[in-house]
């Protein structure tokens, strides 16, 4: 049994020590091709870049530095990928590219003080996080009939019956089961049993898939809502006109629209008056008597007025009417959807009772997040996830703490160490876990492989859309390219602090492969790149900006998890190398299992479950098999290997 107040003390502990690292380490990225905006206000300067990194949006101000000159400035916006800043004076443009460097602790401020509050353990709290961390089988009464659009499979149709009546349900969704969809159905149900619905994820583009997957849902169920009772809160990162009715500051502004026209006969009233005195004013400085009808006006005036409760109690009532009350909107919602940073650092969440909570994307979320997620439950409390996929990260470098911010909700509370265990634990545990076993979204060649080496075996292929442009060779729609005979060598780059590697014939293979791709009809924003490490990230950027490429997603495997492209390639970056006229093998810990745990076939499970069509290695095996030879990478890509 998990002992909650000695958890809720870890969660302080290590939040406290995120904090402190956060501060001594600032967040960085390098931002390309910035592009002048025209929205920003006299004396200041708009550029909107592609950014992939969502935390930016809560800086409060960042470090940029061009050509080395560095100023402060503001992010404005983030929306669908593109950051907009604020520069104090003007820069060239397009921005060819900006350092920018910022404190990322405001998410982690505000849940250290929610958890602060949580650690009293009132009104329930402490049975809502043992209901998460310690569930049980207990069944809740739920006799309403489920509905949902004859499509779910068994294990699909299991989960949405389980979420209706179990205080607690852990889903387990790999990759292209479903999980969206089933959600949708699951939030849909609940809001047709009348129950109030709070949705969140880590991502605003997940916040909102979810919601679009909701109200998808209700539409084909045939449920009625008022769109007024359904909020997006936060930013949304889709451009939806669907979303655009439900966006909670545009529901705002329509009530204050409405709440001045209802005010409007008031306010008349009171401009009429002070018009009508002011031409008495008038009349009196030029040493004239009001007219007849001047007196008659403001006598009919101020009768209107003492029968409404006088002028004060007029203008009173006129204020309170122009005033909206953002808290008391948001608490008139059937259904909220937004990120879990939402939740835990606005003011508006405070005190907000749900009858059911749904975390999507529940394995990378940090615990303390979960725990203040939680405690707004008040009957369900719906998580969603992969345990074999991305746990959260951490920063800290105190040990305890920073093994307690990486432990994903699924392993805790299984108490996990391994995929085995895992399975074993859903296995005797039917009543409130759910496996989604079968998948309809990657091609079946690689879908046998990812099942074989990350589900034991239990995921199945489920009939795919009959899309064409597979480019499955051979029946495989995976390639491992070895690069060993191309003697790549491994460089670090110089004057730079940490592990920045450079390994310039494997850039080569993947600029040739792009292009490639690009004769072969494929259009380039299908492509992803995913490298294991930044800078690389920063590196593989400039060279295919350089080569006249553009439109192809480079990133790390944690920007790339819940997202898809048609074609993926996965350079793993590792070759020997040279140090004093020999070569140097070694491995590094994002895939070394002895170094990283389980984190290791995680993240080796995201990078190749993101392509829908075609997935290409990059690997030198004559490296892996000297130093990965016996562990996860070089079992994997043994497997994959012509």
Known sequence: MIDIPKLLHQAAKALESEIETVREKPSTEILFNGIKTKTAPAGSFDYSFECHQPSIRFAEEIK????????????????????????????????????????????????????????????????????LFNPADAAVPADEEVLQDGMRNAAQLDAIEKAMNRRTL???????????????????????????????????RAVDVGLLSA?????????????????????????????????????????VQKQKAEAGEWIDLLSRREKALKAVEKRFKNGKQPTSNQELELKLIDQKIKDAGGLEELEERIEEISLVNDRKELWKKQLVATTLAKVCTSDLFHDLE???????????????????????????????????????????????????????????????????????WHDENPGFTAFFDTQYRLESSLADVISTVFYEGRLKTGKLSDEPGSLAINGRAFHLVNTSKYGPFLEQKSGEKGFKPINMVHQEVIERLVKNMSGRGIRMDQVGVIVPFRSVVYDLRNRLYEAGIRNVEVGTIHTFQGREKDYIIFDTVMSGEQQRGRTRHYSVRPLDEDKNGLSVPRLLNVAFSRSKKELVVIADMDHIEKVYGKKFLGRLLKRISP
């Open 64 to 131: 940029a530095t061009i050509a080395g000159k560095t100023v402060t400035v503001h992010p404005v916006s983030f929306e669908d990928n593109e950051v907009v800043l604020r520069f104090p004076e003007a820069a060239e443009s397009p921005i060819k590219n900006v350092h920018l460097e910022w404190e990322n602790d405001f998410v982690l401020k505000r849940t250290l003080s929610g958890i602060m509050k949580l650690q009293d353990l009132e009104d329930g709290v402490e049975q809502r996080l043992e209901r």
């Open 170 to 204: 852990f889903i387990w969704g790999p990759p292209g089961t479903g999980k969206t969809d089933t959600l949708g159905y699951i939030v849909a149900n609940y809001l047709n049993h009348g129950k109030k619905v709070l949705f969140a994820s880590n991502t605003n």
């Open 215 to 255: 109200l998808h849902a209700m539409d084909l169920i045939g449920m009625k809502i008022k769109p007024e009772k359904i909020t997006r809160f936060g930013d949304s990162a889709l451009k939806s006109e669907k979303l655009d009715a439900y966006l909670f500051e545009a529901q705002i502004e329509t009530v």
């Open 354 to 424: 749900f009858d059911a909570v749904v975390v999507d994307e529940s394995s990378m979320a940090n615990l303390p997040y979960l725990m203040v997620l939680a405690s707004h439950a008040k009957w369900h409390m719906v998580v969603v996830g992969d345990p074999m996929q991305l746990p959260p990260i951490a920063l800290t470098a105190e040990p305890e703490e920073r093994e307690f911010l990486e432990r994903d909700i699924f392993t805790m509370v299984s108490g996990a160490e391994t995929g085995e265990d895992l399975f074993s």
